[in-house]
């Protein structure tokens, strides 16, 4: 896993070409988190970077669930890389 571990906090910024591909991928994890009824925060910047914030809210610390989600992502990216 290469998210960075900060404030308690899982943070990794993912770049695209462009908004519509970072819309895309945004629309799978959403779903992906819908149903796991666990989201990470999202932050777009620079028009093609998306960060995302995973902890567990009511902890205020990060749990497995988070380590759980963090890798979904990491393979949702990599099916949208390669898809």
Do not use: P
């Amino acid at each position: 896993m290469n998210w960075k571990q900060e404030n308690n906090q899982l943070i990794k910024d993912f770049h695209f070409e462009n908004q519509e591909k970072l819309a895309s991928f945004f629309i799978q994890v959403a779903k992906f988190s819908d149903n796991q009824n666990h989201h990470a925060d999202a932050l777009i910047f620079n028009c093609s970077t998306l960060r995302f914030v995973i902890f567990t809210h009511s902890k205020h610390s990060i749990t497995q669930s988070d380590y759980q989600l963090a890798d979904a992502i990491d393979n949702i990216y990599n099916d949208f890389i390669i898809g």
